[in-house]
Structures are given as C-alpha cells and as structure tokens.
C-alpha cells in the first residue's frame, strides 16, 4: 500500500464510511470561534508571501463594496417612484428617477466586470508567487521530510492547494467586504422604513450561524480527509507510472488493481459523504431563509393592507428582505470556505514550515571560505529509533587528504555521505564543518562547497547542457577537457547535437555507465573542494571503472577533501588514497593505509585477498573459453 506520510488514522476511515466528520467532536460556538481564529492566521501568513500584491489586494478590497452599492440604492429609488412620482403624476421626477435607475444598473454592472477581472488578475499573481514559494520551499526540504511522504503530497499542494488558496484570498476579501458593505448601508435604510421588520429580519442571522457551524465543522474534516486520499492516488500513480515494466514482469498487475481500487473507493465514500452533508445541510439553510423571507414579505403586505405602510415602502422593503437575506445564504458559504480553504493553507504552510527547520531559523555562522577540515564526534544516526545505521562514530576529514570506505551492504556507508551531504541533520553526536556545528551553519553556504557523484545518478529532461553546473556559462574547452579525461569524448562526439542533445522523454536513452559518467562530468564541473563520491563505478566494467577514477582524481581541484564509498575494494590499493575505513555495523571496525590494514590481517585483508582470487578465477575462465573457441 502506499503510504503518503499523511494517512488517516483508522478510526477516521471507518467514520467516514459512517457519513461522519472526521476525527469526531462537537461543533460549539467557541468551537467554531476558535477554528476561525487559526484559519485566519493561516490566511494571514499565506498572504505574507505575496506582500508584493498588497496594494493590489486592497483594491480589490475597496472596489467590491463600490458595485454593492447600486442594487442597494434600487429599492429607495423604487419607493420615490411609487410613493411620489406615481401619486403626483409628476412626468419630470419619473424622467430623473428612470435615468437615475438605468445610471444605477450600468453603473452597477460596468463596475462589477472591472472588479471580478482585477480579482482574477490578482488571484493569478497570488498563484504564481505561491507557486514560487512551495516551489522553492521543496527544494530547501530535508531529506528526511521527502522519503517520509510520498510525491504525491508535493504534487497536490503544488498544484491544486496553491490554487484553492490563492482563488480563496480574492474571494474572501471581495466577499466579506461586499456583504460588509450590504449590512451597513441596507440595515438602515430598512429601518427608516420599517425597525420592526429589519429586526425580525435580522434574527434569522443566529439561526443561519448555528447550521452553518455544524455543517462546517464536518464539511473542513471531510476536506481534509478529501486531500489525503487524493495525495496518496497521486503517489500511486506516479508510481505505477515509473513502475509499469516491473508490474508486468513480476505479475503485479493484479496487487496493484486491488491497492487502487481500495484507494478509489474510500475516496468515493468520502466524496458521498461530503455531498450527503452539503446536500441537506446547505438545503436546509436555503429553507430557512426561503421561509424567513415569504414571512417578512407576508407581514409587509398586510401592514400595506392595514394603512400601516405605504405601498412604495412595501416594495422597498420587499427588495432589502431579498437583499438582505442573500447575505446570510452568503455568509454561511464563505464561513464554510474560508474554513475548508484553510485545510489547503496549512497544508502549504506545512511545506513552507518543513523546509525551514528549526536549525535554519535561528542565527547562523556562513561559510565564507571552503571548509578545510570535518570531524564526526561519537555520531550515531538512525532511520528508526530500533537499529542505528552509524554507531559512536569519530571521524577526522582534512583538506587533501583522500579517504576510502569499504564495508558489506548495509553497514552505514551510503549514510556517512548523506550527513557530509547536508542532507540528515538527525544524527546524535556532532558533524563539525571547520569547529562549526553543522546545525548552526548556513546549509547553502556549505553545500556549495560540496560536489557529489551519487551511487543512482539523476538528471532532468532537456539538454545535457541544462544539468551541468554553471547556468551554460562553462567555456567550450573546459567542457572538452572534463569530456576527454572522463571517457566521455566518444559518447559526446557521437550524438547530433553534443552537449545540447536532450535527455529524458523526448530525448535519448543512455547506458547506465554512460549516466555515470555525466554525473561525474557535473561534479567535476563545479570543482568543489569537498568531493563525495558514492559507489561511482556501479553500473561499469573494471576498465572504465579505472579510467573514469583516474580521471576524477586528475580533475579535482588541489587540496579537496575527498571521500570515495566503494565495493570494490581492490580500488582501495590506487596510491591516491591516503586513508582507509571499514564500515560494519555502522561501526569503524578497521582504519589506517592500505599497508597498515593489510599488516593487521583483519577484514580488510581477508576481503582484498577473497576480491583478488575472484579476480585471478575470472582471468583463469576467459583464458579457457577463449582456449575452447580456438
């Protein structure tokens, strides 16, 4: 099953199935005050990253109550028209109160376009710089954070979250401001017709609220539980994409039908259930205020009947009824999406907070000169808190000095690059950067000092050019020369476009030695002086695999601190490495020069000698095979 690192707990599943919120609990006025509250500081800090639009935002929220104004001066000209022009048959006040009606509804009209596209102009800004943030926001995430989630969870708040919030801002502002503006000026007009009916009008309003806050507080839970099962289809998608071959090869095809049918269905029972909750509740408020506003209008007719109230002041009244009652049909659904919109602000606000730990937030020391020396003081890092992959490790790295870790699978060593990374600030113990806490250094200002060739190399769609280093700005000959000492020459010289051929879908497809070999082309390219390389020679034979590390030591910039992870550890012998370790457990079982290990006969004796008799009993069966075919 995939796991999206935001599944629902149990019990919330089997009460969705049950047509209830999710994670239970009764919806009270201060309740509701109190989810107002955190949904509004979530907008606030939304709208922060985008202080650039302020003064756009303020326009919108200034013009939206100006277009209000002409359905609301509609009534009291109506009431002039019957109440005086009729009456007195006065020609000339029914000539002005026409023109002043058409002016009111041109006006009206003219003005409520301009805004509805000044609030979509501004909702496009506000998506785009979202955007940029979560964006940016992503790429800052720790490691840790990434393989705790799955894709889908960034792929879903980049993507329709950034767009819930930013159309929910305009809509909010224009909205509130709007019906704001609705209250204060038709209330007192209605009262200087009516108080009587204005305030049985407006006791419909606590009514309206009540129902409102039960059917939110469901509604923002099964919004929620709306977003989390869809991250996880989006997960699984992505995976069934990349995956597709496998499934066919393994016979998965039907393993992997059953896990999303299982995804599709509960998000089905949660959709059901929000339109079951929208569908009586929302109806319900409708009714109330259907039947509120028939009410009112019936009292009104019969004051007219009675000689209590003039007939013009009737169909005002019956105008500001309808006005006014709109209002609270309005207000409960902007409550009901300011609330659910608010799942999708935390949600970005969770990525914005995660990519800015608690390490980045306080005063850091920038690294203004490459790092020299780095130590690890008694390090021991976990995945789980049940096995530690590096245990009470003391490590000393020193500018030129070259380093080799050897070890069996599993024994930490992958992970001993990942700290030098930058990308695991979890471990217990210290990583010291030149006497500097790691945690108290500014990341970037470290990671640019860092080059690494990964073991699974990784590159985007588009021209080889765009995945090197340097924004394009590497000159010709450099790029020729990185080529030619890499191996790289013949690959590069044999494709149409060189260096600006495109990778990826639309692009070619390349060994996986050959994606090797760029990965160590880009690391080369930024000549950094620390320089990690973890398993480099996975996916080569022993010949490239010897040319391209001896193309990588003749590359490195002088003085770099390197460390090289291998399997191989007949690499280990090269007169290049200076030290060597030997991972187990997660514990430095063996450390020292070749010459020294091998004096010890420990591990690393048996295991050279072991990887040389294999070595020797290859080179004995080609001889004899090739003896047989002669």
């Not at 007195?88 to 109160?97: E, F, K, N, P, S």
């Not at 690890?376 to 030129?400: K, M, P």
């Not at 004096?599 to 040389?612: P, T």
């Amino acid at each position: 099953m995939v796991d999206s690192g935001n599944t629902p707990h149990p019990e919330e599943t089997v009460s969705v199935r049950r047509g209830r919120a999710f994670a239970g609990g009764k919806s009270t006025l201060g309740g509701a005050l109190i989810e107002v509250k955190k949904a509004a500081a979530c907008f606030r800090r939304v709208v922060g990253y985008c202080r650039a639009y302020k003064y756009r935002l303020l326009w919108v929220a200034c013009l939206s109550p100006i277009t209000s104004l002409g359905p609301l001066l509609t009534p009291w000209l109506m009431q002039l028209l019957i109440d005086r022009a009729y009456p007195t048959r006065d020609v000339q006040l029914l000539g002005w109160l026409c023109a002043a009606l058409l002016a009111v509804g041109l006006l009206s009209r003219g003005l409520s376009g301009v805004s509805k596209y000044q609030a979509k102009y501004v909702e496009s800004l506000l998506e785009y710089r979202l955007s940029l943030c979560v964006f940016n926001a992503i790429q800052k995430l720790p490691q840790s954070y990434r393989e705790q989630h799955g894709s889908g969870v960034f792929l879903v708040r980049a993507g329709s979250d950034v767009e819930a919030v930013s159309g929910s801002v305009t809509r909010l502002l224009s909205e509130m401001t709007t019906i704001a503006t609705t209250f204060l000026v038709a209330i007192p007009l209605m009262m200087r017709l009516s108080i009587a009916i204005t305030l049985i009008t407006l006791a419909a309003v606590p009514l309206n609220y009540l129902i409102t806050v039960y059917l939110t507080g469901r509604v923002v839970r099964l919004s929620m539980a709306t977003r989390t099962v869809t991250e996880k289809i989006t997960t699984f998608t992505q995976e069934t994409v990349e995956g597709a071959t496998l499934s066919r090869l393994f016979s998965l095809k039907r393993v992997r039908r059953r896990q999303l049918r299982k995804l599709l269905r509960e998000r089905l029972e949660i959709v059901f259930a929000t339109w079951r909750v929208n569908a009586f509740w929302g109806q319900l408020v409708t009714l109330v205020s259907a039947a509120w506003s028939a009410t009112l209008l019936c009292g009104g007719w019969y004051l007219v009947f009675t000689d209590r109230l003039q007939l013009g002041q009737a169909v005002a009244l019956s105008m500001y009824i309808r006005i006014l009652t709109r209002p609270f049909e309005q207000l409960g659904y902007l409550y009901q999406s300011f609330l659910g919109d608010s799942v999708a602000a935390r949600r970005l606000l969770e990525i914005l907070d995660a990519s800015q730990p608690l390490a980045q937030r306080r005063s850091q020391t920038v690294l203004k000169t490459p790092p020299r020396h780095c130590e690890f003081r008694q390090l021991s890092f976990g995945y789980t808190n049940q096995r530690l992959c590096l245990q009470n490790i003391d490590l000393n790295l020193r500018a030129g000095q070259t380093m080799a870790v050897v070890g069996p699978t599993g024994g930490g060593k992958s992970t001993l690059i990942r700290i030098l990374c930058g990308l695991e600030d979890r471990y217990q113990g210290q990583f010291l950067v030149d006497g500097h806490d790691f945690r108290d250094i500014d990341h970037d200002s470290y990671l640019q000092h860092v080059s690494l060739v990964p073991q699974t190399t990784f590159f985007f769609s588009g021209p080889i050019r765009s995945n090197l280093p340097g924004n394009g700005s590497v000159s010709p000959a450099r790029l020729h020369q990185c080529a030619s000492a890499l191996g790289l020459n013949t690959l590069i010289d044999s494709i149409p476009d060189g260096f600006g051929t495109e990778l990826g879908s639309e692009g070619i497809r390349l060994s996986g030695g050959q994606y090797q070999k760029l990965a160590a082309l880009r690391a080369m390219l930024k000549n950094a002086p620390v320089l990690l390389l973890d398993e480099v020679t996975a996916s080569m034979d022993i010949e490239s695999e010897r040319k391209l590390l001896q193309g990588i030591i003749a590359l490195r910039p002088p003085d770099c601190l390197t460390l090289l992870v291998t399997h191989h550890i007949a690499i280990t012998t090269e007169p290049w490495i200076d030290d060597i370790v030997v991972l187990m457990d997660g514990r430095i079982a063996e450390r020292g020069s070749c010459a020294e290990l091998l004096e010890k006969r420990g591990f690393y004796h048996r295991w050279l000698r072991l990887s040389e008799g294999i070595s020797s009993c290859n080179t004995e069966l080609c001889r004899s095979a090739s003896a047989v075919e002669r």
